[in-house]
């Protein structure tokens, strides 16, 4: 099993940025496909973006453009670069690891003036 510890979320006003974090309780990173997905009050949990062990890369269109994923496997880190944030991203992130069916407890990002 593996624990994954998502960091980063907050408060932030339209049009402005966060970067989330998600580190590994062992060396998975490498590995592994990692995802990030995204729940708002009332709607289904949706899936955000996917990086690839080979670092193959996939957005949803919702955050295409705006959003970068990336991974640092020296730091079990995978991250969610959030730019030009809109109040329809206000959500609860959550970091996953497909193959192993493992999620993080996720982090809250509000965005509002």
């Known amino acids: 099993q593996v624990q994954l510890v998502e960091s980063g979320g907050g408060l932030v006003q339209p049009g402005g940025s966060l970067r989330l974090s998600c580190a590994a309780s062992?060396?998975?990173?490498?590995?592994?496909?990692m995802g990030w997905y995204r729940q708002a009050p009332g709607q289904e949990r949706e899936w955000v973006a996917t990086?690839?062990?080979?670092?193959?890369?996939n957005y949803a269109d919702s955050v295409k453009g705006r959003f970068t994923i990336s991974r640092d496997n020296a730091e079990n880190t995978v991250y969610l670069q959030m730019n030009n944030l809109k109040p329809e991203d206000t959500a609860v992130y959550y970091c996953?690891?497909?193959?192993?069916?493992?999620w993080g407890q996720g982090t809250q990002v509000t965005v509002s003036l």
């Open positions: 062992r060396n998975i990173i490498s590995f592994y496909d």
């Open positions: 990086i690839s062990v080979v670092g193959r890369i």
């Open positions: 996953y690891v497909p193959t192993l069916d493992s």
